[in-house]
């Protein structure tokens, strides 16, 4: 038996009980989240690179990005880029799709879902239009929230899920305005990211998870200040401590997911997974 058939069994084992449950057992050396990485971090690295990296790293999982690992119309890109999740015995939590919900781009959501089974992946992550919450007009709000919805519907008739791209220049671009939109969609299978709004200071930021918390599924995990430089994750520790502090009390599984490290350098992916895992476990 190889390494991962064994945590996959031994993950099959849990999450029977898990399921009956809704809940997951925490304490204090104990994570609801599985450490993880979004390929986009090294879009420059073929996906068997990025696997064997974050594999040697440490972490669990990975989100293959749709604009350079698993382009959705190139079937053959895709299934390599499943194999090299096998290979090094990572499992695929989503796929990193470009789908903004527009009008325009309704006729191509059936493509990203047959990819993302091809992918293996259960979930697709999209994005909330094109345009911030404070400067969308009614008609495309209603636009963007018809197009998720029909997406969503799409994603069950593939056993998938969605989860909604939480960031600037989008419906997303705030709390009220995520919730408010994943209202609208009214869709069992779509929920939300969330990554610290940029620029936002520890409580200000921590306060927004807070309230979005019951709707997320993913977190993408970077330490950006100010603006968009990129520092080590250790150096918001206190964030991240807070944000693993809110997921764990809630006690329901998810990803967290480095992305954009310092650099873009392969070379401290280590030392980033092994904080994730130190912040996220409360050591």
Do not use: K
Request: charged share 30%.
């Amino acid at each position: 038996m190889t390494g991962r058939e064994s945590r996959d069994r031994e993950e099959q084992g849990r999450s029977a009980a898990d399921r009956a449950s809704g809940l997951v057992p925490t304490g204090s050396d104990t994570t609801v989240a599985r450490p993880g990485l979004c390929s986009v971090t090294f879009r420059r690295l073929p996906a068997a690179e990025v696997a064997r990296r974050a594999a040697e790293a440490g972490l669990e999982v990975v989100e293959w990005g749709a604009d350079v690992h698993a382009p959705p119309g190139d079937p053959d890109t895709v299934r390599a880029a499943r194999e090299a999740s096998d290979r090094y015995g990572l499992t695929c939590c989503s796929y990193g799709s470009y789908f903004r919900a527009t009008r325009g781009e309704r006729a191509e959501f059936p493509g990203i879902a047959r990819a993302a089974v091809l992918l293996g992946a259960p979930r697709v992550r999209v994005w909330a239009g094109g345009v911030g919450s404070l400067t969308a007009t009614p008609q495309e709000r209603s636009g963007t929230a018809a197009c998720l919805r029909e997406a969503a519907r799409v994603a069950a008739d593939h056993g998938l899920e969605l989860a909604l791209e939480f960031h600037s220049r989008t419906l997303t671009d705030t709390v009220a305005s995520t919730v408010r939109l994943l209202d609208e969609v009214g869709a069992d299978n779509l929920r939300t990211y969330w990554q610290p709004p940029q620029d936002a200071p520890d409580e200000e930021a921590l306060a927004g998870l807070s309230e979005l918390v019951e709707r997320v599924s993913a977190v993408h995990v970077f330490s950006w200040w100010p603006g968009n430089r990129r520092l080590r994750l250790a150096d918001r520790e206190d964030l991240w401590t807070g944000v693993f502090e809110l997921l764990n009390e809630r006690r329901v599984p998810l990803e967290a997911l480095l992305e954009f490290v310092p650099g873009d350098d392969p070379a401290v992916l280590a030392r980033e997974a092994d904080t994730l895992r130190r912040v996220a476990a409360r050591r």
